[in-house]
RNA sequence: GGGCGGUUAGCUCAGCUGGUUAGAGCGCCUGCCUUACAAGCAGGAGGUCGCAGGUUCGAGUCCUGCACUGCCCACCA
């Protein structure tokens, strides 16, 4: 591979190549682990996409969180599973195409339901693998030789078997009940597909009169209702039993108008006293409290509607109309009789359609419902135990308070795209059997005519199941005992109930007894886990992501931000660093480009460090091969039975030379000690800032600085020492790519191949070894050392600016020290203090006394450096800065002596406190003299304030 | 009606279990095309951590109240 990179990075150049090259050399299918394997497992599903999806903000930031995790899990050595797939997405994808369809002029009912289906195979042939070929883009380290659909045969046999079982054990049942039913899909749909918006509607007031109550006076009631048009299947007048306003009316009845149809007046506990005139007007047919009050008192059912929500013949003369042209004719007449007394603005609060925003009608009709308590209370029991454990942890509180005011959940569909479900009405008897395959005969009276109940599966019945379907349920398979439980769901908030809730009651019911392999459950770090039929172990919750003004993005706002399109501008690496350095558990994230902007700019210095090395590669004619790094194995993949990948740093043959190597050894240690502590607990954005850091802040600006004098030698001498700098110089940085790949894939990969000229050790640095710290390598002294020589460097480029020096005068500095071995310190660091192109020292003197009193001068704890230059200092400015300084150093020294004269402090604080303050104090007193001398000083050369 | 989160530099955000001098990026100002990088380098200005109390030797961090703001959940006509 050719060392000569362009100037400047090109993400697109690189980034589709090596997607596909990924994809092709198949790097992360996952065959089947065999029998006695006994490396850790770690496993994922992603949350399947809808066929009819676009890559979205969320979508991105939920799959490079999924990445960066799956490819640290693979690179540590575990057995790395990544499932992926996408879901048929009922309402959805049938609206998709019914919308298509309309273009034609057509209906799906046109078509009839075997042809619409086909129609909806042929759309998602065509454009549902969208979203799939966007993910590649992402590098999402899938294992695609495993991507399923929700309506494969697999899953759907599977969706019939745990239908049939869940009826068999009593948990599904049939019945007429009161649904949510959207009038625009024409189906019903669950409550958490139900929206509610707050609008400023109306209350109207509608007296109905009361039958035989005195033969000289009319009597009224009155009742309030937001949805006057229901009064047309009013089948009772609702009041409290201890309402006393009412009492003498008990057992009367009311002649509903508009409809003239008499009704009880009944007692009960669904008229409150204290709301309106505490007379209600029950309509069990449309509303859900109507319906159960209904119920108790045996009350007939009208129901005035059909699945349009238009009247229909039951409404009289207003059968036709839409529930809305008949809400106003109905207040017309009703005012026009002087039945209607008041209208009041009203806010209500609207339950619209999730999908169609249309708003939805509560309707009565014949649906199938889950029996929900039981799997409940094993799924309430699963979390509450630490079986399976929410991160962020406030959102345990939120599903559990969730899964204990849980309802049965109406699973049927009236839709024609789904599983259908798996029940057949006999023609004759009207018996309904369930069952896995269609029956031939009714089992009642052996009629032969069946028809299949038309009815299809709520879509999140069957994603519900995908943890334990893809893995080969019903059947027991090694899959299973390999993969199951999951170890992670990664996720939005958004459908934590949808999704993951249901996945825990289905896993938890369905696997129950299910054993993990004991031998991968233990090496993956579950062994104090005892119940392995949860459907993963853990779940992390992510942030939202908000468009820059923190609005919530959405096509009817329009300010959907598009992340193939920033991709396209700035590259998928620094898209994915953004996401990642932008997540900090708990808190949404307001996207926004200036920072997607920045890390482009990361990318490029990754690059043009990349090229720096490579250019002295390159002069220096050194190879970088397996030779070269000395038995760390920290670059293979741990061969079957090893359970972890050898430790270290990976860095190997790394030679302690000089200060700046031991430094920055000690340096990567740490942060590798913190990336891999962050990415353990999902702090993605610290494990990102902390790579960043390093190898802008330390990596280039430091190290890459100071090794210059040693790369650059002089042709035709002794180049060794220039060897060894370019042998630290490579190894740290193929140790810093691995690092940083799982963040940033592309631009690791295409550097760290290039490293091997063509000859990698391995197909990707994906399957390379993710660095480990070695504690051995803290290296505290470096550290302090290094400190005080960027802390001199520092300050002679402070002043140099201060003064104004031309940068290219060099300038000769003496430097007074306090303690012998910290100029001893400064003795050894002096080629690279000479080196320093900033500071641009051209020689370095220890003079005895303090340098405080000098123009030009400045004061640390450790030293004083004087920075010799003929020109004159701007007095006013200087005693200006110096005066600040003194103010800050004052008011730090009397917080400083008021906590050490503090008896309570000194003797509570703990030690290490307690000593820092003291020492700070012994710094401070010191600094504080040395700037009232530079002031003083000041003071005799220039002219008072 | 309940529950949960946010409020830190001009902007966008870090700051884990309370501990010495509150950080970063962008923007801004000054100076540099220094032989990896102007998507860069060096230097600089900028914060009473929303308000008011409290706990503590010590509070951006814990508690209470308030203000503003966002989100979720809820079958009260």
């Known amino acids: 591979m050719p060392h000569d990179l362009p100037k ?43 066929v009819t999806g676009r890559l979205h903000m969320g979508h991105m930031l939920n799959q490079t969180q999924m990445d960066i995790i799956v490819r640290w899990h693979r690179m540590r050595g575990f057995i790395t599973l990544w499932l992926p797939g996408t879901d048929h997405a009922g309402i959805a994808t049938q609206m998709m195409v019914e919308r298509d369809l309309a273009k034609e002029g057509k209906k799906r009912r046109d078509l009839g339901r075997e042809k619409f289906i086909e129609r909806v195979w042929e759309w998602k042939k065509l454009y549902g693998g969208a979203i799939l070929d966007q993910m590649k883009r992402l590098g999402a380290s899938v294992d695609w030789d495993r991507e399923y659909f929700t309506m494969d045969e697999n899953l759907s046999r599977a969706v019939r078997e745990v239908f049939v079982r869940l009826y068999e054990e009593g948990l599904i049942y049939r019945g007429k009940y009161i649904v949510n039913w959207c009038p625009r899909c024409e189906t019903a749909i669950s409550d958490l597909e139900v929206k509610h918006e707050e609008v400023a509607g109306k209350l109207w007031e509608i007296r109905y009169p009361v039958i035989g109550a005195s033969s000289e006076k009319l009597e009224f009631i009155t009742v309030a209702t937001t949805r ?97 042209e008949a809400r106003k004719r109905i207040l017309a007449d009703l005012r026009e009789q002087g039945f209607l007394v008041a209208e009041k603005d009203y806010a209500l609060s609207l339950g619209k359609c999730d999908r169609c925003g249309t708003v939805v009608e509560p309707r009565l009709s014949e649906q199938w419902f889950i029996k929900i308590q039981p799997l409940a209370r094993k799924a309430i029991e699963a979390v509450e135990s630490g079986e399976i454990t929410i ?122 007894g299910h054993e993990q392999d004991p031998a991968i459950k233990k090496a993956s770090g579950w062994a104090d886990k005892k119940n392995d039929s949860v459907p993963f172990r853990q779940v992390y919750i ?58 482009r700019a990361f990318a490029n210095k990754i690059w043009n460090a990349a090229r720096f090395m490579f250019m002295n590669v390159d002069r220096l004619g050194f190879v970088w091969a397996n030779s070269t790094r000395v038995g760390t194995g920290a670059f293979a993949r741990p061969a079957q039975g090893e ?5 270290g740093t990976g860095i190997a043959a790394f030679t302690l030379s000089s200060l700046e190597d031991r430094w920055i050894l000690s340096r990567f240690n740490r942060v590798t000690k913190e990336v891999n502590d962050a990415l353990a607990s999902y702090r993605f954005h610290e494990a990102a800032n902390r790579i960043y850091d390093f190898f802008w802040g330390e990596f280039c600006d430091w190290y890459i600085e100071l090794i210059k004098p040693r790369l650059n030698f002089e042709e035709g001498s002794d180049n060794s020492p220039a060897r060894i700098a370019c042998a630290n110089l490579v190894n740290l940085f193929d140790a810093s790519l ?70 290219k005068a060099k300038v000769p500095i003496e430097v007074f020290v306090h303690e012998p071995e910290i100029r001893k310190m ?34 640390t704890a450790r030293f004083d450096v004087h920075v010799i230059y003929e020109k004159k200092i701007d007095v006013v400015v200087e005693r200006e800065r110096l005066n600040k300084e003194l103010e800050k150093l004052e008011k730090e020294f009397a917080n400083n002596q008021r906590q050490l004269g503090n008896e309570q402090f000194l003797a509570k604080a703990p030690e290490k406190v307690v000593e820092g303050l003291r020492r700070r104090a012994q710094e401070l007193i010191g600094l504080r003299e040395k700037i009232k001398n530079q002031l003083r000083s000041l003071n005799g050369t220039g002219p008072d304030i």
């Not at 057992?251 to 108008?257: D, I, N």
């Not at 992510?542 to 993005?553: C, E, F, G, S, T």
């Not at 359970?643 to 430790?647: E, I, K, S, T, V």
């Open 542 to 599: 992510h942030a939202l992501v908000r468009d820059a003004d923190r609005q919530k993005m959405s096509k009817t706002k329009g300010n959907v931000i598009d992340p193939l399109e920033i991709i396209e501008r700035f590259g998928t690496d620094a898209t994915r660093f953004t996401l990642a350095a932008m997540a900090a558990p708990g808190t949404d994230i307001a996207f926004n480009e200036s920072r997607t902007e920045g890390y």
């Open 738 to 807: 691995r690092l940083l790949h799982p963040v940033m894939p592309f631009i690791t990969e295409e550097i760290w191949q290039a490293m091997y000229e063509g000859n990698p050790p391995l197909k990707s640095i994906a399957l390379a070894a993710y660095p480990q710290a070695d504690e051995n390598q803290f290296d505290l002294n470096a550290e302090t050392e290094m400190a005080i020589l960027q802390d001199l460097i520092v300050n002679v480029r402070n002043v140099r600016a201060e003064l104004k020096v031309e940068p």
């Open 643 to 647: 359970a972890r990948p050898q430790g």
């Open 228 to 324: 006057p048009e229901t009064m047309l299947g009013d089948t009772a007048i609702a009041v409290n039993a201890k309402d006393e306003r009412y009492t003498h009316l008990h057992g009367k009845k009311v002649l509903l108008p508009l409809m003239n149809r008499e009704i009880p007046i009944i007692t009960d506990e669904l008229a409150q006293p204290e709301f309106g005139t505490g007379a209600v007007k029950v309509t069990p047919a449309h509303d859900p409290n109507d319906f159960k009050a209904g119920q108790r008192h045996n009350l007939p059912q009208i129901d005035i509607m059909d699945e349009h929500a238009h009247m229909n013949q039951n409404a009289g003369a207003y059968a036709g109309l839409d529930r809305y």
């Open 391 to 512: 991160v962020p942890e406030n959102y345990k509180q939120i599903y559990l308070n969730w899964m204990n005011n849980i309802y049965d959940w109406c699973i049927s569909r009236q839709l024609w795209w789904g599983h259908r479900i798996p029940a057949w009405t006999c023609d004759q008897c009207k018996h309904v059997i369930v069952a896995r395959e269609e029956p031939l005969t009714c089992p009642k009276c052996g009629n032969t005519k069946l028809e299949q109940v038309s009815d299809v599966l709520d879509t999140w019945f069957s994603s519900g199941l995908l943890p334990f379907t893809t893995l080969g349920w019903p059947e027991k398979t090694r899959d299973q005992a390999v993969f199951y439980p999951t170890t992670l769901l990664i996720t939005a908030y958004e459908i934590l109930f949808f999704w993951v809730a249901r996945m825990i009651m289905f896993g938890c019911h369905f696997m129950q």
């Open 826 to 859: 400064i003795e050894r660091s002096l080629a690279a203090i000479l080196s320093d192109r900033s500071a641009n020292v051209e020689k370095v003197s220890f003079v005895d006394g303090s340098l405080a009193k000098q123009a030009g001068a400045r004061s």
């Open 8 to 50: 400047s990075y090109e993400p697109g150049a690189i980034e589709t190549r090596w997607a596909d090259y990924w994809i092709k050399e198949k790097l992360f299918s996952v065959p089947t682990p065999p029998l006695g394997e006994t490396r850790p497992v770690f496993t994922l599903l992603l949350p399947p996409p809808n």
